[in-house]
């Protein structure tokens, strides 16, 4: 009997441990299999962005549901006044089967449909003014740069499912130069525990949805989605500086995210694509919309540098079925009067590139100048030379501009001549061909120049994609003009001259017949101040009112006139709606 119990005593500390090695088996086990769910999970959210549109429409309910909204972002989403599900009045639903009954005359001649369909659309526009103002200003507290736009994608995510509109692929935008592009410029990346900071490097912030039949024709809508580095220091509106509480108010109309601004409009541009989006979404009955063909739209990242355009083109927005025929889109413009729209043939906007330039030299003593060789001297010798290269390198008769725009040398003490100089800037042309010649004869004077003082230009590079120059249509033009004329204050266009400012929508119109248009914002008077309205008073219903508008696009005091929102519905919905027409009845470029 002793016998007996002393060998169980021997064999239990064996076992015990031969148990404990399988449970740890187990567990490992356990946890690989959830690893490679997880891992085909992402696959799938991946694979939405490269395959055709039948398949990534499958995999967007899922894909979204990847991104799960916090307890806060649903309290502000509450804030919101949404519109009613569904909130097309019939005036509205009668007016678009009208129209794409109607086959007789020119369906776009603004004569014969501004009674009818502008006024019902301008009137279901105006009504969403109250849920576009709390959307945009959501938007502009949580400025992104690019890239880094995942919170701007789940509230936009978030606006759509409000919509009623579940199927939406997202993902796109992936930065495939994520080395190159700085995550943390501009401020810090706050990262939580359901996104790496890999996963955060890569991008792929931006989202399509498809309106329609799913098949052709096909437009195109776009809106930029990407912030600034910038401070904010945009007065209050009188809405909200009047308030008691000054500064509880200042917090929910000012960007939280410090250094990081919307000072270009982005924040506007999304905002009325959601509303284009909500109305042309509503135009349904019996569950068939009352429009034949598809409208793509697409909130795309990366805008500000990061040619985020180019990187969905990559990825197959402009060929998956059905591929678009047209391509709009449309910037807010503070020089222009709020409410008036702007437009041109040919080139609207300006190719673009940046470029470092690193000046080596020998560095020592200040009191010793005849011992080194000054970079810095050496750098503000390029600085001027450069002036010669529009001046005397350029045809008189094309444009360009060269800019430096940082110079940074030195590390703080003030009695020594630095070893190295940075220099950086943009060159801007109205051709891709003049662009690249502005860069041959910056790199040709910058070396030269530093060999005449003694130093070496070690490093010159430019952007991984270099900006083209935003092509308005020629033979789009007609009709795009016709359109924004509806929709303009004072029912005309007005004809600009291009600019030297770049867009990477650019890069779409390479690919696509497209029309960009200028949104009037600057306020209705010499003060830049927006004009009461009928129906809505200055202090109740514009962000502008006593606040200027019309300060220069990325201006830290850079303010939207508020006002110009149910606009860019209107020329969304008009443009969307009288293309497919257009398109339906044989119109080809």
């Not at 509230?155 to 930065?175: H, T, Y």
């Not at 300006?350 to 200040?366: P, S």
């Not at 011992?371 to 050496?378: G, M, N, Q, T, Y």
């Not at 709606?577 to 119109?587: H, Q, T, V």
Request: aromatic content about 6%.
């Amino acid at each position: 009997m002793n016998s007996s119990r002393r060998n169980v005593q021997r064999l239990r500390g064996p076992t015990m441990m031969m148990l404990v090695l399988f449970g740890l088996v187990l567990t490992l086990f356990a946890s690989a299999t959830a690893s490679s769910k997880t891992s085909e999970s992402s696959t799938s959210t991946s694979e939405c962005r490269t395959n055709n549109k039948e398949e990534c429409t499958s995999s967007s309910s899922s894909s979204s549901s990847n991104v799960q909204p916090s307890d806060w972002l649903e309290d502000e989403m509450e804030q919101i006044p949404w519109p009613p599900s569904s909130s097309s009045s019939d005036a509205l639903l009668n007016a678009v089967q009208s129209f794409f009954e109607n086959t007789n005359g020119n369906p776009n001649d603004p004569s014969s449909n501004q009674d009818d369909l502008q006024s019902v659309i301008h009137q279901q526009s105006t009504s969403l003014h109250p849920t576009l103002v709390s959307i945009r200003r959501l938007l502009h507290r949580y400025p992104e740069l690019m890239f880094q736009e995942r919170l701007t994608s789940q509230i936009v995510q978030r606006v759509l499912k409000e919509m009623g509109i579940e199927e939406f692929s997202v993902g796109w935008g992936k930065n495939i130069y994520s080395k190159y592009y700085d995550r943390n410029e501009g401020g810090d990346v706050e990262l939580t525990n359901d996104i790496t900071t890999e996963e955060y490097d890569g991008g792929g912030f931006g989202i399509v949805v498809d309106i329609g039949s799913g098949e052709t024709p096909c437009v195109l809508l776009r809106a930029d989605m990407d912030a600034l580095p910038i401070v904010e220091r945009t007065p209050l509106p009188p809405d909200l500086a009047e308030e008691q509480q000054r500064q509880q108010r200042a917090h929910q109309f000012h960007s939280h995210h410090h250094g990081k601004m919307h000072a270009c409009g982005h924040d506007a541009h999304m905002t009325m694509l959601l509303g284009a989006t909500h109305i042309l979404h509503s135009l349904q009955q019996n569950n068939k919309y009352l429009f034949p063909g598809t409208i793509r739209i697409i909130f795309q990242p990366a805008e500000e540098g990061g040619a985020g355009a180019k990187r969905m083109s990559e990825e197959g927005v402009l060929v998956q079925h059905p591929k678009p025929s047209y391509a709009f889109a449309m910037h807010v413009w503070p020089t222009l009067p709020s409410g008036t729209i702007g437009f041109r043939s040919g080139p609207m906007l300006g190719a673009a590139d940046m470029f470092t330039l690193t000046i080596e030299g020998v560095g020592g003593h200040a009191a010793f100048p005849h011992l080194v060789s000054d970079p810095i001297v050496a750098s503000s010798a390029i600085i001027l030379n450069l002036q010669t290269l529009v001046s005397r390198g350029m045809n008189p008769l094309e444009s360009g501009v060269v800019s430096v725009t940082q110079v940074e040398a030195g590390d703080g003490a003030f009695n020594v001549i630095p070893a190295k100089a940075v220099m950086r800037g943009t060159i801007r042309a109205l051709s891709d061909q003049s662009l690249l010649e502005l860069r041959e004869g910056l790199v040709s004077i910058a070396t030269h120049t530093a060999l005449a003082h003694g130093c070496k230009l070690s490093l010159s590079s430019f952007s991984k994609d270099h900006y083209p120059v935003t092509m308005n249509n020629d033979m789009l033009f007609p009709f795009a003009s016709k359109v924004a004329g509806l929709v303009s204050e004072g029912g005309e266009v007005t004809n600009v001259d291009p600019t030297m400012g770049a867009e990477d929508f650019a890069f779409l119109a390479q690919g696509v017949p497209s029309a960009f248009f200028f949104l009037g914002q600057g306020g209705n008077n010499e003060e830049g101040i927006a004009k009461e309205d009928e129906g809505c008073t200055v202090d109740s219903c514009k962000s502008g009112g006593r606040v200027p508008t019309n300060l220069g696009l990325h201006h830290p005091e850079f303010n939207l006139d508020e006002s110009v929102l149910g606009r860019g519905v209107e020329l969304f919905v008009n443009l969307a709606l009288r293309a497919l027409k257009d398109l339906n009845e044989g119109s080809t470029l």
